[in-house]
């Protein structure tokens, strides 16, 4: 069925675009806010950035940048909860805690995916600071070590 015919807008208005951007800046990802059924299709939001219907690009564009340092604040949260990191087993009659590996491997595949997004999306505030350390007078040199840099100084 077409996006038309089930209802969905593919007509830019101001009060779209500014819907779309807000749940952009809460973290949302495009294809998060485009499910819903009043909302238009990925193809058109994307479409609206690209021929910067009425400005929409920079709005667009801030509303992303914002999302990812939504997504930045979110690999705390994920990292620090620890519900449900632990789980009963029983070992004769006796209860025990033990770790619950499956979790703790989705908690990490999580930060992970968004540490990775961050990292291409915004390079020059969570991407690996890369530097370049060469001595030698006028003589041509080549690039002997490439360092990554802990920019907390850790």
């Known amino acids: 069925m ?7 807008p ?5 009060e779209l675009a500014d819907r779309i951007c807000g749940e952009l ?18 193809s058109t939001v994307r479409r609206w950035a690209l021929e910067d219907r009425e ?5 667009y564009t801030r509303a992303r940048e914002i999302g990812y ?3 930045a604040d979110e690999t705390l949260e994920i990292s620090d ?9 029983h070992q004769g009659e006796e209860t025990i805690d033990v770790p619950n590996p499956e979790v703790i491997a989705r908690s990490r595949l999580r ?7 961050l990292s291409k999306a915004l390079p020059k505030i969570y991407g690996d600071k890369v530097t370049q ?6 003589k041509p040199i080549q690039v002997s070590r490439i360092e990554l840099v802990d920019l907390e100084g850790k």
């Open 2 to 8: 077409a996006d038309e015919e089930r209802g969905r």
């Open 10 to 14: 593919s007509v830019y208005t101001k």
């Open 25 to 42: 800046a809460e973290g949302k990802t495009l294809r998060q806010v485009c499910r819903a059924d009043d909302m238009p299709p990925e």
């Open 55 to 59: 400005g929409f690009s920079a709005q």
């Open 69 to 71: 340092h939504s997504m």
């Open 81 to 89: 909860d620890g519900t449900n990191d632990w789980m009963k087993r």
């Open 111 to 117: 930060v992970d995916t968004r540490k990775w997004l």
């Open 133 to 138: 350390v060469h001595e030698g007078g006028d």
